[in-house]
């Protein structure tokens, strides 16, 4: 079977578009090295994926490249800033957001793992998602990258705070941040949002903003309205999901390392699940509470098990879910 985008029903179009759109804003060696990958992206996924941290860090290079002397500067600068400039990673992340939905969960996982060389190898968790810095996750654009990410590696996870106090705290009406912040299409401003998931998870909840999201769905665009809402459930569901899965699978272990029994251990995991969704019901618009359901029921997210590394060590995986136990 042909899985070449073209051969896949892929809307060819609307995708270069959304990759026009993620690069309005950027640097020349992003424009350079990172823009043609997004477009081998398009065209063959797994082959532009083997190309993502080599043409990162041919894009650091040229960076940190005196133009004059030719020298390279990238290990001084690095060491005396603690790690890369931000908007090489963050232009890198977006490049591959810019296909994500699209890719199938195999192909999905690939990308994750490929980003994650680039975060786990140059940065620590607050560098990544701008606790420390700039940030790099805090600046991904694409809900459905950012969500799986969030459950992938959830000390990746920016966080809601920070671009809430830069941007959403100063307006008073809507009118007004859409105004500066939503084009005409629907789709939020590059130059003045960093964030477009973030920022849209953040109009969309009651408690975080002040009473706008049912104006933003009227002014959003529809394909990205629904992947805000699809991602919005991967961040409050998919761990869960994942902790129920293997807790199933491993009944034994799990009454080891928990001292419980199944299921008691089911009856929590499942309250917490139903509280979860009470909880969503609670923060998002009516108008939306069916899609939401539907993304619910459709459970299509990441795995956080198939990215944590410790296979062998279930002591280590129920450690974390005693955690969530506390809740």
């Known amino acids: ?23 309005k804003s950027h640097a020349v060696a992003s424009n350079i090295h990172i823009k043609p990958v997004a477009e081998m992206l398009l065209k063959d996924p797994e082959k532009g994926l083997d190309l993502v941290v080599r043409t990162y860090n041919n894009a650091l290079d040229d960076a940190y490249t005196d133009d004059v002397t030719g020298e390279n500067y990238r290990g001084l600068v690095e060491a005396m800033a603690g790690g890369p400039f931000e908007h090489i990673p963050r232009e890198t992340s977006n490049a591959v957001g810019a296909v994500y939905p699209f890719l199938p969960r195999k192909i999905k996982n ?76 629907g789709r939020f401003n590059p130059e ?49 999901h994942s902790f129920l899965n293997y807790i199933i699978e491993n009944p034994d272990l799990a009454a080891k390392h928990l001292g419980k029994d199944q299921e008691t251990i089911m009856t929590h995991i499942k309250n917490s699940w139903a509280g979860r969704r009470n909880k969503l019901r609670e923060l998002l618009p009516e108008q939306v509470q069916e899609r939401v359901d539907f993304y619910i029921e459709e459970k299509d997210w990441a795995n956080y098990y198939d990215f944590d590394g410790y296979e062998s060590r279930p002591d280590i995986r129920f450690n974390l879910i005693k955690i969530f136990f506390k809740e």
């Open 1 to 23: 079977m042909d899985k070449t985008p073209e051969k896949s029903g892929w809307d060819i179009e609307k995708i270069v578009k959304d990759i026009e759109w993620t690069f």
């Open 110 to 185: 690939k990308a994750l793992n490929t980003l994650f060389q680039i975060y786990d190898d140059g940065f620590n968790s607050g560098q990544v998602n701008g606790r420390r810095g700039a940030g790099i996750t805090n600046a991904i654009r694409e809900p459905l990258l950012l969500s799986d990410i969030q459950i992938a590696r959830w000390l990746y996870w920016p966080g809601l705070d920070k671009e809430n106090q830069r941007l959403l705290s100063k307006y008073n009406l809507f009118c007004d941040f859409k105004a500066e912040n939503i084009c005409k299409n």
């Open 192 to 240: 003045t949002v960093l964030s477009d998931f973030i920022v849209g998870y953040s109009l969309l909840k009651s408690d975080m903003n002040n009473g706008w999201g049912e104006e933003y769905i009227q002014v959003a665009e529809p394909e990205f309205l629904d992947r805000t809402l699809k991602g919005i459930v991967g961040v409050r569901f998919g761990f869960v």
